[in-house]
């Protein structure tokens, strides 16, 4: 069963199963879908592009991260 967790763009929502796995859907046709698919469509056409913004994204979840460590052990 999902569990809709988020629901910060219109007409979207996140999803959570619960094991970490998570899904995020859009109304059929809205213009956040299509922006998506086509960013989507972008990072599939251009290898290098792809592999920089998962490095990005992979930086950017480690400082989040980090940050909360941070903060809970300030206490």
């Excluded at 967790?5 to 996140?14: L, M, Q, T, V």
């Excluded at 796995?21 to 059929?28: D, I, N």
């Excluded at 994204?57 to 400082?63: F, G, P």
């Amino acid at each position: 069963m999902y569990v809709a967790w988020r629901n910060d763009i219109a007409g979207s929502r996140y999803y959570s199963k619960g094991n970490g796995k998570r899904t995020h859907s859009f109304t059929a046709g809205s213009e956040q879908a299509i922006r998506h698919w086509v960013f989507r469509d972008y990072l599939r056409k251009h290898h290098g592009v792809a592999q920089q913004y998962a490095a990005t994204q992979c930086n950017a979840k480690q400082q989040k991260t980090t940050g909360k460590t941070r903060r809970l052990m300030a206490g």
